[in-house]
C-alpha cells in the first residue's frame, strides 16, 4: 500500500470506557508519538456551543453557530489539544454533566462531523510539523473514515462490567449503553470496527498488557 501520510499513523478506536485514552497516551508516552483525542473534540466543541446557548434540537442552528468558531491546535505535552478561538476549554468544562449527556446528540449532526474531519485529518501535518515520527489518534471513526490508511488500526472493546465500573472510576455517570446506542446508529461514520482493523479485548487485561499487545504488533522500537 502506497504510504500517504508523511509519519506513521496509529488509530485506535472502541466505545466509551474501554480503554482508548489510557492506551493512547501510554502509547504515546512510549514512542514518543503525538496524542489526538478526538472524543475531547467532540466534548469541546459542545461545551462551546451549548456556552452560545445551542442546543442539540436543530442542526440549521448548529450549522449557523459554526461559522463563527475558528478551530486550531495547542501542544501540552505530547498531547495535542483542539483551541476554539484560540481557547482551550478546561477538562472540568468539557467533562460536565450537561456535556456528557449530549455530546452523543452533537456528534450525531453530518455537519459537525464534516466541520471536524479537516482539522483531525490535519493533525498529521501538525505531528510531523512538531518534529513527531508518529500520531496516536483516539476515537470512534479514526480507522473507518478519518485515517482508513492509517499504519495501524485497532478497535478496543470490553464487558458491560467491566466499561462501568471504569466509567465510575472516571466519576461520570453516563450511560453507557445509551452512549454506544446513539454512537453505532447514527447516520454519519457511526462507531463500527473498521474493516481489517485488530480488535483487542481490553476487559481481563490491565493497561500494560493492552500496551505491550499493541507495540509487538505494530513492531516499534521503544523510545529511550
Given at each position: 500500500?502506497?504510504?500517504?501520510?508523511?509519519?506513521t499513523?496509529?488509530?485506535?478506536?472502541?466505545?466509551?470506557?474501554?480503554g482508548?485514552?489510557?492506551?493512547?497516551r501510554?502509547?504515546?508516552?512510549?514512542?514518543?508519538?503525538?496524542?489526538?483525542?478526538?472524543?475531547?473534540h467532540?466534548?469541546?466543541?459542545?461545551a462551546?456551543l451549548?456556552q452560545?446557548?445551542?442546543?442539540?434540537?436543530?442542526e440549521?442552528?448548529v450549522?449557523?453557530k459554526?461559522?463563527?468558531?475558528?478551530l486550531?491546535?495547542q501542544?501540552?505535552g505530547r498531547s495535542?489539544?483542539?483551541s476554539?478561538?484560540?481557547?482551550?476549554l478546561t477538562e472540568?468544562?468539557?467533562?460536565?454533566p450537561?456535556v456528557?449527556?449530549?455530546v452523543?446528540?452533537?456528534?450525531?449532526?453530518?455537519?459537525?462531523?464534516?466541520?471536524?474531519?479537516?482539522?483531525?485529518r490535519g493533525?498529521v501535518?501538525?505531528?510531523a510539523?512538531?518534529?513527531?515520527?508518529?500520531?496516536?489518534m483516539?476515537?470512534?471513526d479514526?480507522?473507518?473514515v478519518?485515517?482508513?490508511?492509517?499504519?495501524?488500526?485497532?478497535?478496543l472493546?470490553?464487558?458491560a462490567?467491566?466499561?462501568?465500573?471504569?466509567?465510575?472510576?472516571e466519576?461520570?455517570?453516563?450511560?453507557?449503553t445509551q452512549?454506544?446506542?446513539?454512537?453505532?446508529?447514527r447516520?454519519?461514520?457511526?462507531?463500527?470496527?473498521?474493516e481489517?482493523?485488530t480488535?483487542i479485548?481490553?476487559?481481563p487485561?490491565?493497561?500494560?498488557?493492552?500496551?505491550?499487545?499493541?507495540?509487538?504488533?505494530?513492531?516499534?522500537q521503544?523510545?529511550?
Amino acid at each position: 500500500m502506497h504510504k500517504t501520510n508523511p509519519c506513521t499513523v496509529i488509530a485506535i478506536d472502541g466505545g466509551a470506557a474501554t480503554g482508548k485514552s489510557s492506551t493512547a497516551r501510554a502509547l504515546a508516552e512510549q514512542l514518543d508519538f503525538m496524542h489526538v483525542d478526538t472524543g475531547a473534540h467532540y466534548r469541546s466543541l459542545t461545551a462551546a456551543l451549548r456556552q452560545l446557548g445551542v442546543t442539540p434540537s436543530s442542526e440549521a442552528t448548529v450549522v449557523a453557530k459554526l461559522t463563527s468558531l475558528k478551530l486550531g491546535t495547542q501542544l501540552r505535552g505530547r498531547s495535542a489539544l483542539l483551541s476554539i478561538n484560540d481557547r482551550v476549554l478546561t477538562e472540568a468544562a468539557i467533562r460536565a454533566p450537561e456535556v456528557t449527556a449530549s455530546v452523543s446528540l452533537f456528534a450525531a449532526f453530518p455537519s459537525v462531523r464534516q466541520f471536524l474531519f479537516d482539522y483531525q485529518r490535519g493533525q498529521v501535518a501538525v505531528a510531523a510539523q512538531q518534529g513527531y515520527a508518529g500520531l496516536i489518534m483516539e476515537g470512534r471513526d479514526i480507522g473507518s473514515v478519518i485515517f482508513p490508511d492509517a499504519d495501524h488500526r485497532f478497535f478496543l472493546h470490553a464487558d458491560a462490567a467491566t466499561r462501568a465500573a471504569r466509567r465510575a472510576n472516571e466519576g461520570l455517570s453516563d450511560s453507557i449503553t445509551q452512549r454506544d446506542q446513539l454512537d453505532r446508529t447514527r447516520k454519519a461514520a457511526p462507531l463500527v470496527c473498521p474493516e481489517g482493523a485488530t480488535q483487542i479485548d481490553t476487559g481481563p487485561l490491565p493497561l500494560e498488557g493492552v500496551v505491550q499487545q499493541i507495540r509487538a504488533l505494530i513492531n516499534v522500537q521503544p523510545h529511550d
